[in-house]
């Protein structure tokens, strides 16, 4: 099982970037979605989620308006798209993968988002 997270990189505060997550070793479309972010000395939190179909989506608070998650099960990739990004943003984001029934949960390595100027 992988999930491989690329995109991140340094971008300047009010600028936009798209995450992707490519999954490999495991039926992608029967997995609900996930980004999560961790900026340095805080917990992890939940940036937004997708259904297995791409129906419905979650967002956190502090993100919505600014970032759309989005998936491609045929590709098996699932993509954060965000904009006008501030340096509170600055984080490692991982990908996570979540069935409930039974109970299963994968995560990427993460890739690192730094917006500054």
């Known amino acids: 099982v992988q999930l491989v997270e690329s995109g991140g990189g340094l971008v300047q505060p009010g600028g936009s970037l798209r995450l992707s997550c490519a999954a490999s070793?495991?039926?992608?479309?029967?997995?609900?979605m996930h980004w999560y972010r961790q900026a340095p000395g805080k917990g992890r939190e939940l940036v937004a989620a997708?259904?297995?179909?791409?129906?419905?989506?979650n967002y956190a608070d502090s993100m919505k308006g600014r970032c759309t998650i989005s998936r491609d099960n045929a590709r098996n990739t699932v993509y954060l798209q965000m904009s006008s990004l501030k340096p509170e943003d600055t984080a490692v984001y991982y990908c996570?993968?979540?069935?409930?029934?039974?109970?299963?949960?994968?995560w990427g390595k993460g890739t690192l988002v730094t917006v500054s100027s």
């Open positions: 996570n993968a979540r069935r409930l029934i039974p109970a299963v949960n994968y």
């Open positions: 070793g495991f039926t992608f479309s029967s997995y609900i």
């Open positions: 997708i259904t297995t179909d791409g129906g419905s989506t």
